[in-house]
């Protein structure tokens, strides 16, 4: 079975797939002080918790990681814990089949890259992805399978934070759609304006990106994955379809193309 690791700025989501298919998946904080042998401890507790399978079944694994320092200390587990296993991590000279079309094609995040090559090969191109994590990134792909260029916004959670910091009077909420936008308190006024708030900023996004990347508007696929994603799909009239495990897939495909 392949492993797939995704190393966030928030949390870190793990993967299993047997063939091309998620069997069993974890999601865990991402804590930059966590060293190799420790991160080795958790990725074993969770395979050993799981009724579908044993450590031993790990034939594969494929990461991508947009915090260097846990970068370092993923390739350090790797190389400790499972130096039989071939290993493949997203970084310059890793083949993704994805021409980037950036000024500076190094400072795009690996994980854009590999839920572009995802994108493409789940759905075709052309192609936008929203992607609902610590920032709300949109990414634009061609007809052709190439990174064009994208878009990044605060994300849901950033938001919430920086508002419950500097309101004296608003504190954090369970983020549920309120009875209606136009809201009769203080906990459903924040609702309204994070959920439809954000919905809002998705088609606006999107509706410019799509004129930008097609001379029809309407052959743009949009696709939405994040674990923030859910709360906000309802409510946008620009997302095509939902795929949680777009980031897993593309890291799945990458592993593909870079072993025997």
Not at 247 to 252: F, H, N, P, S, Y
Request: glycine letters at 10%; aromatic letters at 4%; hydrophobic letters at 45%.
């Amino acid at each position: 079975m392949l492993l797939t690791i995704d190393v966030g700025n928030t949390q870190t989501v793990l993967g299993l797939f047997e063939g091309d298919e998620v069997i069993e998946h974890w999601r865990i904080n991402t804590d930059p002080r966590r060293t190799a042998d420790e991160i080795a401890v958790v990725l074993q507790g969770l395979v050993q918790q799981s009724p579908l399978l044993a450590e031993t079944d790990i034939s594969g694994i494929a990461l991508c990681s947009t915090v260097p320092s846990v970068l370092h200390e993923m390739r350090e587990m790797c190389r400790r814990y499972y130096g039989d296993v071939s290993a493949v991590i997203v970084e310059p000279g890793v083949k993704t089949g994805v021409p980037v079309r950036m000024d500076n094609p190094k400072e795009v995040g690996a994980d854009r890259i590999v839920n572009a090559l995802a994108a493409v090969h789940t759905h075709g191109g052309p192609a936008i992805v929203v992607d609902f994590g610590t920032a709300t990134t949109f990414d634009a792909v061609s007809a052709k399978g190439e990174y064009v260029g994208g878009a990044i916004a605060p994300g849901i959670e950033i938001s919430i934070d920086a508002l419950s910091s500097r309101g004296a009077q608003l504190h954090k909420i369970e983020l549920v759609r309120p009875r209606n936008v136009i809201a009769k308190n203080t906990v459903e006024a924040l609702q309204s304006g994070i959920i439809f708030g954000f919905a809002g900023q998705v088609d606006g996004i999107v509706e410019r990106m799509s004129d930008e990347l097609a001379a029809d508007p309407e052959e743009v696929k949009v696709i939405a994955t994040g674990g923030l994603a859910p709360l906000v799909l309802e409510e946008s009239r620009s997302i095509d379809v939902f795929e949680p495990w777009l980031t897993l897939i593309g890291l799945r495909l990458i592993y593909e193309r870079n072993t025997p």
